[in-house]
């Protein structure tokens, strides 16, 4: 298992940090997501042999990964 750390941007409530994850957690592979508004941030937890488009997934979901 490998855990990333995103920045995403546009997240303001807990209702941002459930859409976040719901888009996540329908990607193969993805174990685990914890989106923090807050912080702007959002832990995942992917398969060693995935490589999941998790930036397609959140801009899907109405949001921003930051570079």
Do not use: F, W
Request: glycine residues 4%; hydrophobic residues 35%; negative net charge.
């Amino acid at each position: 298992m490998q855990r990333e750390t995103l920045s995403v941007t546009g997240m303001s409530c807990n209702s941002c940090e459930q859409t976040v994850e719901n888009a996540l957690t329908d990607v193969s592979g993805v174990r685990k997501v914890e989106a923090d508004h807050e912080a702007e941030t959002v832990e995942v937890v992917i398969d060693n042999d995935e490589d999941p488009d998790l930036t397609d997934a959140i801009h899907r979901a109405g949001y921003d990964v930051a570079a």
